[in-house]
Every structure is written in C-alpha cells, then in structure tokens.
C-alpha cells in the first residue's frame, strides 16, 4: 500500500524553522500537545526537535529561563535525535520500523522537500486492522 493514503499534509503539519525561538517551540508544543515537532528549512526537512532536547538546553544553560527563551534560536539547540524521512513512494511496510522510535515519520520527496508527516497512531491502526481483518 502506497503511504501517501495515511500523509498529513505538509499545511495541516505544525512546524518550526531554524530560526524559531525555543519559546515559539514551547508555545507550539504547549498549543497543539506535541512532544516533537518538525524542523523545516527552505521546503527541506532538516530535522525534529523534542521536549527533551529544549529541556536539556535549558538544564544545561546558565540563567536561562523561560522569559528569556525568545533569545535562543532552534539551530543552536542540540537535537538528540532526528527523525527519519521516507519518500512518498515508499510503501507501509518501510514505516513500521520507524514507528517503533518515531512519534511520526518525516514524508519527502525525491528532491527532499517536505511533504508532510505520517503519525504513528495512523501505523498502528493500519497494522490492527491488517492483522485482524478489521474495516473501517
């Protein structure tokens, strides 16, 4: 089954740049009750950044707090991990593993502009319903 049946598209996707502050990241996860959101630069998806990762910054950032968060852009953030991108052709079966770690999986295409996000809540459900024969 092709994946672009489960694809949230990039427009209904919450996502930041680079060039965010760590406070609109906050705002954002805060808004839409998101543990990680998508970094995307010029079209290209470049990376994810997660709850962990800004509170690792600011553990591990003298006199930072949230009133000056605004002051801390995204691309100076360290991120412990990224998620992995698929290309649109990719098929469900490539999903799966991904899934296991990913709270989504990055959907690109083959010049690497970010399309959307495909959310591991829409995986599982394909594989319950494969697995027992559920419908819709």
Not at 66 to 87: A, E, G, Q
């Amino acid at each position: 089954m092709n994946i672009a049946f489960f694809l949230t598209p990039k427009i209904e996707v919450a996502y930041l740049t680079p060039e965010s502050t760590m406070r609109q990241a906050l705002e954002k996860m805060e808004y839409h009750r998101y543990t990680a959101i998508p970094i995307i630069d010029d079209g290209r998806y470049i990376g994810t950044i997660t709850e962990g990762d800004l509170l690792w910054k600011l553990k591990n950032t003298p006199d930072l707090n949230f009133k000056n968060t605004s002051k801390i852009l995204l691309k100076d953030i360290s991120r412990k991990m990224d998620n992995k991108p698929v290309y649109i052709d990719s098929n469900i079966e490539d999903l799966i593993s991904l899934s296991i770690n990913q709270n989504f999986v990055p959907v690109v295409d083959d010049q690497n502009i970010f399309i959307g996000i495909i959310k591991r809540s829409e995986i599982i459900d394909y594989c319950y319903k494969s697995l027992f024969n559920k419908k819709n």
